[in-house]
């Protein structure tokens, strides 16, 4: 953990004493050493990748004169750490999953970049560039999908150019079932996303007694909020639990869902026309009033991740008892897949207490850890114990209800343990394979009845760098420290092959919106010496040191 200090400014001649400093160094006003870098990560036992991979990022750093310590900290720690502690730290390992909605690039284009996300919201590395966001704006009102490509890949150009994060790799994720427990025909790949979505979790088919699914997770669940983003796993819950007016089908495409049917009229007005009969899991109705609500609450300042998905809408208008219509300020080409795929649907009766009496208050709904859990989705939610399990079960009364009785959900920390518990048949499902990925290929030909599928994920696992706090608010350090890690090392070493290289927000999986060009980027240990150099950085003594008149107001704890 840091804190932000004023550090004490030597003297000259003791600086040049201590470090023995040419005296030619001198004439150029003073210079002071980098602090201390802590990379912070998650713990080996939960993402052994991700560890692996800082611990080699760590090693080519140090080779550019740096001290940097590799930090392993919990989940929660983390999250409290870098996303609600903005400027108490330097960089980090972290992920952008792959979710279905994210088929549109919307979501990473717009707002994980986006200068009015910098204080609260995905923009937490504090990223700020005008030209970036006037593009961002720019490719949701593009109607022409040729005019959004390039606009898009504009952004990505310009991203590749400032770095202010390093991309690492697109992992390609393993998943495995029991198909003498399931019908191997009824599991569902979604592209970018794999086996492991709500169309499995739906249509998937017993064949025998067992009427369950039990999935692992190799770390703990931080939050099951519809108005809060977590990570992967927590993903897998809220979808399940909580409806959405459309939802992204494995085709990628956006399909009503809570709705009968979504029509433009124009190219900013949209009409929905929600199911008859919906109800929450506590029996009451899912009403027009509901559904408005579910996009008001995110135009505050209550829930922030979600915000960018409501700036669009002008008004939300009732049109009859199961009728709205949406006007936009301005035509948004990704409307159905960023907003209306997008938002969770939550009871208006429970949560409009909640917002307000978090009105005049710092906190967010983001930070609330005691909230209802009532949905209106195919799931509900029956018993949680944060280190252990949860569990859902089948409502029964859904629109689409599914096959399986009950969904479990493992927190399952050791990847050999993962292993024996599928063997045994307390597992019957693997979500994600924590492990070696030739071992799971392994346990499957030693297993036949375990049958394995992956995919190349729509996220990306990355470096985040405080674009806020020196030396990271430098363009030329941070692409030195971008330019000196091998992704080619980072995918064979901390990925086993099981992922490709990544210098785009936009996956290749995308390949309609990625950029290609990007893919170019020149790795190099002395390529990232000399961006050093030619920006002023100094070599003393084995470490490097500011640029001549820069001060070091920062201490690392």
Same mark, same amino acid.
Request: proline share 6%; no cysteine.
């Given at each position: ?99 279905? !909605? ?147 089908? /494995? ?95 939550? /009871? ?37 114990? /944060?280190?252990? +399990? ?47 990925? !030739? ?21 990306? +696992? ?8 020196? /030396? ?54 002395? +390529? ?23 001060? +070091? ?5």
């Amino acid at each position: 953990m840091r804190r932000l200090t004023l550090a004490i400014v030597a003297g000259l001649s003791a600086l040049a004493l201590s470090v023995g400093t040419a005296a030619p160094a001198l004439a150029q006003g003073p210079t002071e050493k980098v602090r201390r870098i802590n990379l912070y990560s998650w713990p080996q036992a939960a993402l052994p990748q991700s560890f692996q991979a800082a611990q080699l990022i760590a090693q080519e750093w140090r080779k550019l004169g740096l001290d940097v310590d590799v930090k392993p900290l919990q989940r929660q720690q983390q999250t409290q750490l870098i996303w609600f502690s903005r400027d108490k730290w330097d960089t980090t390992m972290w992920r952008m999953v792959g979710r279905p !909605e994210r088929s549109d690039p919307d979501e990473l284009l717009y707002s994980l970049y986006h200068s009015k996300y910098a204080d609260k919201g995905y923009n937490f590395i504090g990223y700020i560039n005008p030209e970036y966001d006037a593009l961002a704006e720019k490719q949701r009102t593009q109607l022409d999908p040729a005019e959004r490509q390039k606009t898009a890949f504009k952004m990505q150009q310009i991203i590749n150019r400032d770095q202010p994060q390093a991309f690492l790799v697109h992992p390609k994720y393993l998943a495995a079932f029991n198909k003498a427990v399931f019908k191997e025909d009824t599991v569902v790949n979604e592209s970018g996303i794999g086996i492991r979505n709500i169309w499995t979790f739906l249509n998937i088919q017993p064949l025998g007694a067992q009427k369950d699914l039990i999935i692992n997770s190799n770390e703990n669940i931080n939050a099951t909020n519809p108005l809060y983003i977590g990570g992967a796993v927590d993903s897998w819950v809220t979808d399940l639990i909580w409806d959405r007016v459309m939802r992204i089908g /494995p085709d990628g495409m956006p399909k009503p869902w809570a709705a009968e049917s979504v029509a433009w009229v124009d190219d900013k007005t949209v009409d929905v026309k929600l199911r008859a009969g919906m109800k929450w899991h506590d029996g009451q109705p899912v009403t027009v009033d509901d559904v408005i609500f579910s996009f008001q609450a995110p135009a505050g300042d209550k829930a922030p991740m979600y915000k960018p998905f409501v700036t669009d809408i002008a008004k939300i208008e009732k049109t009859g008892d199961l009728a709205l219509r949406f006007t936009l300020k301005q035509p948004n080409t990704t409307f159905f897949t960023a907003s209306l795929s997008k938002i969770n649907l939550i /009871p208006r009766h429970i949560w409009e207490p909640v917002l307000k009496d978090l009105a005049g208050k710092p906190e967010t709904a983001e930070q609330l850890k005691d909230v209802s859990r009532i949905g209106s989705g195919p799931f509900k939610l029956v018993r949680w114990k /944060p280190t252990e +399990e949860i569990l859902l079960e089948r409502n029964g009364d859904h629109f689409a209800a599914p096959r399986i009785e009950r969904w479990i959900m493992r927190i399952v920390p050791n990847a050999e343990a993962t292993l024996g518990m599928l063997k045994r048949g307390e597992l019957n499902f693997i979500g994600i394979f924590g492990g070696d990925p !030739e071992v799971l290929t392994k346990f499957a030909k030693d297993n036949p009845d375990i049958a394995i599928r992956s995919e190349v994920d729509i996220g990306f +696992e990355y470096v985040a760098f405080n674009n806020r706090r020196p /030396p990271f608010d430098d363009v030329a350090f941070r692409r030195a420290l971008s330019l000196a890690i091998d992704r080619r090392l980072m995918v064979a070493a901390a990925w086993q092959d099981y992922a490709i290289p990544a210098n785009s927000h936009v996956s290749p999986v995308l390949s309609y919106w990625h950029d290609p060009s990007v893919d170019n980027l020149k790795t190099s240990l002395a +390529e990232a010496k000399k961006i050093l150099k030619d920006a002023g950085y100094r070599l003393v003594g084995g470490k490097l040191y500011y640029p001549a008149g820069k001060q +070091e107001k920062l201490t690392t704890e």
